[in-house]
């Protein structure tokens, strides 16, 4: 692991497990406790805003009461040990940055931003429950998530793709590889000649594509990968 020069970590939901954080899909998954069409989508938000803060504010809730994990803490030790470290992450619970990563790309935004759809405002917020709903008498915040429906952000991909054209080691950490369009990124990361390694519990669909895979969780295979930074 000495010699790569840009190490991009690619994480889903897995990446925050043993932090207590559920994942979407498979057994416990939100997404098998709530239907997204109603909790976390543009027109769920139109139709009934409070139920759709109802459910984020559970979410921030839970979330503010983890922590970073041994998988979070080994990936932001390794930008002091390579000349350039990326993580792409799925995930909008910020626990890569609370780590202590730097460079984060949230294609799926953060539950901890919100934006006012009146005037365009984005703003930091970490109160759990948030304390005010509305941003105007007229407005609610909306929390800055990319929901089922919505399109990435033209910046957001751009950054990406451009780290995952330039990385010379791609990890991918607890993603089922069923979402687009981030499901297709690790494949610009294989054209570019990229070693890339899958690590998840299960198969997916990607796993055949990998240099090499790992049926192990997050801090299992980061501590064998890099047991220098496992024991800092
Ligand atoms: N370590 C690593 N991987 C794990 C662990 C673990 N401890 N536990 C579970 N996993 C794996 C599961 O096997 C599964 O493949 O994590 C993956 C989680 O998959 P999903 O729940 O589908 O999460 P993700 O891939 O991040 O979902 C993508 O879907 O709902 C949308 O926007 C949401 O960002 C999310 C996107």
């Not at 010699?3 to 932090?19: D, I, K, P, Q, W």
């Not at 626990?95 to 539950?111: C, D, K, M, T, Y």
């Not at 669909?205 to 790992?214: A, H, I, P, V």
């Amino acid at each position: 692991m000495a010699n790569y020069r840009h190490l991009v970590f690619f994480t889903g939901a897995g990446m925050s497990v043993e932090s207590g954080i559920p994942t979407y899909r498979g057994s416990g998954g939100v997404w098998a406790q709530y239907n997204y069409q109603e909790y976390a989508c543009q027109e769920a938000f139109e139709r009934d805003p409070e139920k759709v803060w109802d459910f984020h504010d559970r979410r921030r809730e839970l979330i503010a009461g983890c922590q970073p994990n041994a998988g979070h803490r080994i990936i932001a030790k390794a930008a002091a040990h390579y000349p350039r470290v990326t993580v792409i992450t799925q995930n909008i619970d910020g626990l890569h940055q609370r780590a202590g990563s730097r460079e984060v790309i949230e294609l799926h935004g953060s539950i901890w931003r919100l934006v006012c759809a009146a005037t365009g405002e984005v703003r930091e917020n970490f109160e759990v429950p948030l304390r005010n709903r509305r941003c105007r008498p007229d407005c609610y915040w909306r929390p800055d998530i990319v929901w089922f429906g919505d399109p990435l952000r033209a910046e957001t991909i751009e950054a990406a793709v451009a780290a995952l054209k330039d990385c010379d080691l791609f990890l991918s950490i607890g993603t089922s590889a069923v979402v687009y369009p981030a499901a297709r990124l690790p494949l610009i990361a294989m054209e570019s000649g990229a070693h890339t390694i899958e690590i998840n519990p299960e198969e997916t669909e990607l796993s055949s594509l990998y240099r090499e895979t790992r049926r192990q969780t997050a801090s299992e295979a980061l501590r064998e990968l890099f047991p220098a930074l496992a024991a800092v």
